[in-house]
T-cell receptor, first 114, second 116 residues
């Protein structure tokens, strides 16, 4: 069935290092993928998105890579800062007939060590 | 431009009661989606409204319902509350319906519902 999963529940990185958060998806018909960041007590915040016809997209300090061959999505954060500590979710736009909805992964906690 | 707002932020109810949560989307956004977030199940889609019509629905029982008003504000209702309904309920808005569209959804801070 459709599912979006994250490989690791937690990730701890040193401040200043690069972070890589990985996500696997199973629906090859998904046409749109999004990364969200959720800080404690807040709703998910949009980080970056990528359409299925792209392999890579860059934002400010973040890069999303999409590998459709192995159905893998990753979020790279350059020079990780303490403010990056949060739970990160990948989501895929799941198409069912004429309708679509976002399906979220379980979430991975990023912890930045000072 | 103000973000998505949700009221109330916190709510405590007892089993069997019903609850109504409110969401005001970003100005100009016409699509509102609702999600339930729990530690065990993560973020799960409840339903989406656009132009006062429910367009998509997740796999939740009929106790969960919603509606959207002409000004795009939305409410969701949960009747006959169960302990397992304790969760963070999130509302997200986008410019247009998610069907076949890649418009980004922007989330509100959520309503924390506790059922005792």
């Amino acid at each position: 069935g459709e599912s979006v999963g994250l490989h690791l529940p937690t990730l701890s990185v040193q401040e200043g290092d690069n972070s890589i958060i990985n996500c696997a998806y199973s629906n090859s018909a998904s046409d749109y993928f999004i990364w969200y960041k959720q800080e404690s007590g807040k709703g998910p915040q949009f980080i970056i998105d990528i359409r299925s016809n792209m392999d890579k997209r860059q934002g400010q300090r973040v890069t999303v890579l999409l590998n459709k061959t192995v159905k893998h999505l990753s979020l790279q954060i350059a020079a990780t800062q303490p403010g990056d500590s949060a739970v990160y979710f990948c989501a895929e736009n799941t198409v069912t007939g004429a309708n679509s909805k976002l399906t979220f992964g379980k979430g991975i906690t990023l912890s930045v060590r000072p | 431009k103000a973000g998505v707002t949700q009221t109330p932020r916190y709510l405590i109810k007892t089993r069997g009661q019903q609850v109504t949560l409110s969401c005001s989307p970003i100005s100009g956004h016409r699509s509102v989606s609702w999600y339930q977030q729990t530690p065990g199940q993560g973020l799960q889609f409840l339903f989406e409204y656009f132009s006062e019509t429910q367009r998509n629905k997740g796999n939740f029982p009929g106790r969960f319902s919603g509606r959207q008003f002409s000004n795009s504000r939305s409410e969701m209702n949960v009747s006959t509350l169960e302990l397992g309904d304790s969760a963070l309920y999130l509302c997200a808005s986008s410019l247009s319906p998610t069907s076949g569209n890649t418009d980004t959804q922007y989330f509100g801070p959520g309503t924390r519902l506790t059922v005792l």
